[in-house]
């Protein structure tokens, strides 16, 4: 099996949605805002392995371009606590599967709970998100 | 607000949490641990317009909505039903230390207080 390199993206998933993984190895890094999508589409889930960490850590998606988001500052659309030393998974669902996003979506993590706050979690935290 | 609660008889003791209309005024779905399974969230009564649930694991008594900071946060879209399941490993649901306590704004983050959705918007809660 070759490395996990940070970020990968594997598209289409072969099923009827044409569903997107993105997968970044440590999510929040140095503060870092990821650009996910920059088009209108549809969230369906969030996994995040928060194992190499005691403590809780956040996950912060955006309804916005990254080039539009100041970490720490800009109010997340989505946040979502990963529970210590554990992994978690999140299922959208609205009126179809998933939710949707109206401009584009963009993700950090966090050791901090809220919009403030810049300090990535201590220990890197994978984490996969399935959208279209 | 209309606050029910429904108690399973069920092995689980799955309780089914409904706020008809959920506000900026902090809703105590429960006040000690939790482990939350799903939520379902109901914002046709705002059918442009996006509401903001915003989630503590802390006593009501212990937040200050607009201030503290939320731990969950999830925009619904307007005119639509959301639903959200949160599972932790391979089991179902996500656990609460403290207490479980909610409210629902016009703002994401942190932020928001004063200004709760304009119509109502009906969320119900599954937990033990």
């Known amino acids: 099996m070759g490395q996990i390199t940070q ?3 594997i598209s289409p998933l072969q099923n009827s949605l044409g569903q997107t993984l993105f997968f970044d190895a440590a999510l ?6 990821d650009g996910i999508k920059s ?3 549809t969230l369906y889930s969030v996994s995040a392995d928060n194992s190499l960490n005691s403590s809780a850590s956040y996950i912060r998606l955006w309804d916005l371009a990254s080039n539009s988001v100041t970490n720490g500052a800009t109010s997340p659309d989505w946040i979502l606590e990963v529970l210590p030393n554990v992994s978690n998974t999140f299922y959208f669902s609205g ?13 950090s993590a966090s050791s901090s709970p809220g919009t403030t706050g810049t300090g990535a979690p201590a220990n890197s935290m994978k984490v996969t998100i399935c959208y279209s | 607000m209309s606050i029910s ?16 209309a959920l506000g900026n005024s902090l809703s105590r779905v429960k006040t000690s641990s939790a482990v939350l399974f799903y939520i379902t969230a109901n ?6 317009t996006p509401v903001f649930l915003k989630l503590f694991d802390a006593l009501a008594a ?7 900071a939320p731990f969950f946060v999830w925009k619904i879209p307007g005119g639509s039903v959301s639903n959200l399941v949160l599972t ?6 996500f656990t609460f230390l403290t207490a479980l306590t909610a409210a629902c704004v016009l703002t994401g983050g942190s932020e928001g207080s004063a200004n709760p959705p304009q119509n109502p918007v009906s969320v119900l809660f599954s937990y033990v």
């Open chain 1, 7 to 9: 970020l990968q993206v």
């Open chain 1, 39 to 41: 088009s209108p589409g």
């Open chain 2, 62 to 68: 212990n937040v200050v909505l607009g201030t503290t």
């Open chain 2, 88 to 93: 932790t490993g391979v089991s179902a649901g």
């Open chain 1, 28 to 33: 929040g890094s140095g503060g870092s805002v």
């Open chain 2, 5 to 20: 609660s429904i108690s399973d008889s069920s092995p689980v003791g799955l309780v089914l949490y409904t706020d008809s």
């Open chain 2, 43 to 48: 914002n046709v009564a705002n059918p442009t």
């Open chain 1, 95 to 107: 009126g179809q599967s998933g939710t949707i996003f109206g401009t584009a979506l963009s993700a």
